[in-house]
């Protein structure tokens, strides 16, 4: 019979390991599936793993879809630690996008450089404001802001459709739901030629260096933390759970707004109804998996990163529907709440 | 004429992750005695209980039940055994009423009227006024207690435990509750009774096991002893006699006026007309058995609860009544919660980022943290109070009680406040730390700080403060010099028999009381 | 006059799925636990419901194979949740998007099936009633059930020794503990109780109530009915209450479509999440109220060691 045994001291060792250990678990079961399917399980081990990151292009490819992921999961990272659940990312991405896109196709041929900058800001001001009104709910009602962010995801997504079906639908677009393309001004400059990838990167990389510095070294930052760790001794030393609230959904609001003006206005080019990919609720598992740590959150952007083209590799070569995807997200993050458990306690066998 | 005891132990071990709670341990209980266990907090004494009622298994030795070995695996086993526990931190369920309370802590298949009958003769039979059908989040402490002491009466024990029954009890419950053990003990049940206080367990006990750190250390008859001579047992030593000086105090520092201020928690304390003062240079203690108000008023002193009204809460002159924490503690005002772990300190940060609570020196512009600094001045708080911890970066939860609360203590200390507020200051601290934090109190007095301590420990409160409280549903009694106050006197207090401002001695306040109660009972 | 029949019939048809699951969730939240993997639950129920059908035709079978989906789904998130005290929000969390994951991923040959016809459902007599005939009696077995359901539980909570001991747990699980009963195995029972109604429900949806399947077909039910337990204060008649509220507002979009008004669909389409977050503002408004009847131990973990 196993039995847990709470440890002394929660263990070091296991809090760098057990991620390492639940995506090792997590990889074990994909390739069991693989075989229940039929299928080789070292082709699709070849297919998420290594694939991805063959070529030049397959790395710009990874970066270019680990930039969302990671903005978004800084911004819940920041929420998480100061135990607000924001549930509701995919929400504000949309709201991020749909401001964005509407900034972008106000554009026209002649606009300046300095659109592209509007578009970022209006999709995070988007972000902000979806994110403001849990916030506002929770901090005038005391609404649970788990379910109402995530009721204003759906809100987001029929939104979304309702201006794409409607108001912004592209009049030449052979009555397809989308808006016109936008103008080169309002698209997000690329880094180099002969990839996708654009400066989403590298502001997400120095977001993420500012969110360490923000959550480990200001008073600000501790003040959110400890709001998370032990309400009490907050109240006791005077922070603001009323601050510590807008803080953490406006930066995490902003951020998931910003990643959605970033995918519409870079890769996507357009607003369609697909704008909604899942990111915001893949970002929650790239979250933890990165320990809420923003060197931790860069590294499982890249894996989740890796799922997510893994699965549209699946689809194409090895005839998998691409919701294998989700399948693999959801058992990385089970394994990992698994895992965690040898952090506290020590599994013995025993009487 | 020997005969067999009713409970025996022999060689009881019970080991968790970092500690021996209980090391070799050996007892035996003779029937129809009330046989007290003495020791300090920590001494192993409730994990003892723990393990013979069955809430936790010993890792070695035999218990004997009337001569029988016997493993008590749960506490249902224990019940049908004849053993029965009051626990310390009573395990009742609020929303429920007390017959419901009292139904889930029998086993027989007895429908819910029977029970409440059974409550109903029981009580009666032993003095113990209590109502079946009232939820229990409407009672009393004194009164859950009943429920709990109740509760075990209905298994008709032939052992009764008791775990520091009257640390939440006045001075006259406690001598009802000892009418009712002895009047158990003489129809045959035998009694164990856990405490760590002298004077109760010598008027009360014949026979008494002395703990120390998990280990057996002596045995006695408690009523052949004086306090003295069991503080050497329980310690080891004689406990450290603190130097009072008397001194004049000096300019108002902390007034507080006509404080009324309702909960904001439906099932705590509201609190009426407060009024206290503490001077430079003093220490004034509030006594009172907890759930009277205590932490709505400290909430209110701290600012954690700033919905005071304006001019209620004076420092010196400035109107603190909604003021913020950080507000309070730069105008001087520093506090000590009675939490260590989760409130006065994040049990999973380091001593030095603990600092941060509620001290902003080693913070630059911008917020921006100098971790350098801060990590000197907790090396200095951990060298000055001698605290044994593994460095600055150490996690409070990683330190003893007494440690983190030396500490905590030493933190706030060290801020100089002009006015410091103490609550239980020496709650689970061992022997040690608990002197020279009552020390440290002392020389910050006088060194000219205004100190407020609120303690549910009578014996120390009379050994540090210079006037003394009574805190009573949330009503506080004029002050009492220490040379004049008594334990009968500060009991009758605890009970809201105070003089008020407006008449004779004894009665109005208790009258203002009554009709409080009667009000809430009104609205059901 | 027909159509406010046919409006009542709908909204009892969509609450009763709202009802199903919110009870069952009910169920855990008494024992102090949450389970916000409601929705994964659901689907993957719905899911294994409409297979079932598919390769048997037995509708009775469905709903058999969607509870026992949502029992092991949740038996998973019990044993995590209850033995290595995992944190129960990220747990639930974790159980909604594998769920949503698999089911999407395992039915994808299922799009495009149909399942047989479920044959008009009449109580005897009844359903011929004038307006109350169409209204209230020809509706399958399980929107009775639901009722059925409601009153077992008002009994059982509130007047059985055992239901005593349920919401004792929820009260306070370590005092449960002292007493000596086994927490922790009366929680895994209610989780395992809950995971099966959800599991139910999800099944009812992709068998009768929307005959298809779609990935993510259960749109936020799941969650809705997460809001329905507290919206209700934890009492069971009430969830009932509010779970017809909540299907008479998403039957309200078709209705209102019917009698011609011109709003854009999407615009209703939002209509039952707009309305739980009006339900969830009114009714937190008042945090003293939600402190008294919440179970006090909710979402907290429990350490039977300590």
Known sequence: ?351 | MSSTPRLELSAITKRYPGVVANDNVALSVEPGSIHAVLGENGAGKSTLMKLIYGVAKPDAGVMRFNGQQVQVRNPQEARSLGISMVFQHFSLFDTLTVAENVWLGLDKQLSLREVVERIESKASEYGLELDPRRPVHTLSVGERQRVEIVRALLTRPQLLILDEPTSVLTPQAVESLFVVLRQLAAEGCSILYISHKLHEIRELCRACTVMRAGRVVGHCDPSRETNASLSRLMMGSEPELLRARDQAPGELMLDVRELQLASEDPFGTDLHGISLQVRAGEVVGIAGVSGNGQGELLCALSGEDRRAAPGSVQLAGVDLSQASPGLRRKHGLHFVPEERLGRGAVPTLGLAHNLLLTRHDAVGPLGWLRLGVLRAQADEIIARYKIKAGGPDAVARSLSGGNLQKFIVGREIDCNPRVLIVSQPTWGVDVGAAAHIRSEILALRDAGCAVLVVSEELDELFEISDRLHVIADGRLSPSVPRAEATVERIGAWMSGLWPSESSQAEQPARQGLNAAREATDAQG | MEQSALLLASSLNAGTVLAIAALGLLINEKAGVVNLGAEGMMLCAALAGFATVVATGSQTLGLLAGMLAGLLLAALFGLLVIWLNTNQYATGLALSLFGAGFSAFAGTGYVQAKLPEQGPFAVPLLSDLPWFGPALFRHHPLVYGALALVLLLVWWLYRTRSGLILRSVGESPESAHALGYPVRRIRLGAVLAGGALCGLAGAYVSTYYTPLWVEGMIAGKGWIALALTTFATWRPARILLGAYLFGAVTMVQFHLQGQGINLPSQFLTMLPYLATILVLVLISRNPQWIRINMPASLGKPFYPGA
């Open chain 1, 1 to 351: 019979m196993l039995r847990v045994e709470l440890r002394a001291q929660p263990s070091k060792v296991w809090s760098y390991a057990s991620p390492l250990l639940a995506l090792a678990l997590t990889v074990l079961i994909g390739m069991a599936l693989f075989m229940l399917l039929g299928k080789d399980p070292l082709r699709g081990l070849q297919v998420f793993f290594w694939e991805p990151i063959r070529t030049p292009y397959a790395i710009g490819e990874l970066l270019l879809k680990a930039t969302p992921l990671l903005l978004i999961a800084l911004g819940l990272a920041v929420c998480f630690r100061s135990n607000v659940w924001n549930i509701g990312a995919e929400g504000q991405f949309v709201l991020g996008a749909l401001a964005a896109g509407g900034v972008a196709l106000l554009a026209g041929p002649d606009s300046g450089r300095w659109m592209v900058l509007a578009v970022l800001l209006a999709g995070v001001a988007g972000g902000m404001v979806w994110a403001g009104l849990t916030a506002w709910l929770r901090d005038r009602f005391h609404a649970n802001e788990i379910l109402v962010s995530l009721m204003l995801v759906y809100v987001a997504i029929q939104l979304l459709g309702f201006l794409v079906y409607g108001p912004w639908k592209d009049p030449l677009g052979y009555n397809f739901p989308q808006t016109k393309t936008f103008e080169a001004a309002a698209r997000i400059p690329r880094l180099f030629d002969g990839s996708r990838l654009n400066i989403g990167l590298p502001i997400a990389l120095a977001l993420a260096a500012g969110i360490w510095l923000y959550l480990f070294r200001t008073l600000s930052g501790f003040a959110q933390q400890v709001g998370g760790l032990a309400p009490a001794a907050a109240r006791f030393a005077g922070f603001s759970s009323r601050r510590a609230l807008w803080i953490a959904l406006l930066v995490s609001g902003g951020l998931a707004g910003l990643a959605g003006a970033l995918e519409v206005a870079g890769p996507l080019g357009q607003l369609t109804p697909y704008v909604p990919a899942g990111y915001g609720f893949a970002a929650i598992i790239v979250a933890f998996v990165g320990r809420l740590h923003p060197v931790g959150i860069v590294l499982s952007a890249l894996l989740m990163s890796m799922f997510y083209i893994g699965g549209e590799l699946a689809q194409s070569r090895l005839g998998f529907p691409k919701s294998i995807t989700g399948v693999f997200q959801g058992l990385l993050l089970f394994s990992l709440l698994a895992c965690d458990t040898l952090v506290a306690y020590r599994i013995k066998w025993g009487k």
